[in-house]
């Protein structure tokens, strides 16, 4: 059975840092494209940042560019999202999701085969 399962959501305050996880079962992560999305309350689900089989081509949406760090860890067969200097519009529910493919339009949901259940994330004080 192929699962997606994230961890490491949580409350944080503004400023801190948390890093989420996203493990597979029934599959080969490092095989995949793997993206992380997120939806705020009231909002449509958008693409955070992005990473390809390889590790080579990674992308970030604009909002979160030099505060996020995407990475792989092949043994583990884990990826994780690295957040620092978190901001209260960073909370959302945050998704990771496997491609097989890698796009620069990476933030296109059609691309993505699995989803994750997704880990509450909420920046506040």
């Known amino acids: 059975q192929v699962q997606l399962v994230e961890s490491g959501g949580g409350l944080v305050q503004p400023g801190g840092s948390l890093r989420l996880s996203c493990a597979a079962s029934?599959?080969?992560?490092?095989?995949?494209?793997i993206g992380w999305f997120r939806q705020a309350p009231g909002k449509e689900r958008e693409g955070v940042s992005c990473i390809n089989s390889s590790g080579r081509n990674t992308g970030y949406h604009n909002s979160v560019k030099g505060r996020f760090t995407i990475s792989r860890d092949y043994a583990k067969n884990t990826v994780y999202l690295q957040m620092d200097s978190l901001k209260p519009e960073d909370t959302a529910v945050y998704y990771c999701?496997?491609?097989?493919?890698?796009?620069?339009?990476?933030?296109?949901?059609?691309?993505?085969?699995?989803w994750g259940q997704g880990t509450q994330v909420t920046v506040s004080s």
């Open positions: 029934g599959f080969t992560l490092g095989a995949k494209t």
């Open positions: 999701a496997a491609a097989d493919v890698w796009s620069w339009n990476w933030n296109n949901e059609r691309l993505y085969a699995y």
